[in-house]
């Protein structure tokens, strides 16, 4: 059984940065991806960014390109997800999912890929 904390939301103002990080413990998650989604009022759970096991290969939705960077530390079961020049379009809660298998290149993009989720993190960008 995987379970994952996410934390480091907040709220900031348009252009400025933030960073929130996703703690995941359970078996076999050294070599499965991770990935960020996020979720506005109303709006369908959508694609962030994703990281492969080894952290060597990243996919990013084309809104953030550029602005977001997506990081892993497998010594910690950890995944980043740093966000720059955030706009108010940003603003969603955002989770980090497992992959539901092993070994997968590059990361999925669709969130049926991934079957372990956590509690999510606010994140808020003022105008």
């Known amino acids: 059984q995987v379970q994952l904390v996410e934390s480091g939301g907040g709220l900031v103002q348009a252009g400025g940065s933030l960073s929130v990080s996703c703690v995941a413990s359970?078996?076999?998650?050294?070599?499965?991806?991770m990935a960020w989604f996020r979720q506005a009022p109303g709006m369908e759970r959508e694609f962030v960014a994703g990281?492969?096991?080894?952290?060597?290969?990243?996919n990013y939705a084309d809104s953030v390109k550029g602005r977001f960077t997506i990081s892993r530390d497998a010594a910690k079961n950890t995944v980043y997800l740093q966000m720059n020049s955030l706009k108010p379009e940003d603003t969603a809660l955002y989770y980090c999912?497992?992959?539901?298998?092993?070994?997968?290149?590059?990361?999925?993009?669709?969130?049926?890929?991934?079957?372990?989720w956590g509690q999510g993190t606010q994140v808020t960008v003022q105008v």
């Open positions: 359970g078996d076999d998650v050294y070599i499965k991806d």
């Open positions: 990281i492969t096991w080894g952290g060597h290969i990243s």
């Open positions: 999912g497992v992959d539901r298998t092993r070994y997968r290149i590059p990361p999925a993009t669709t969130q049926d890929q991934y079957d372990s």
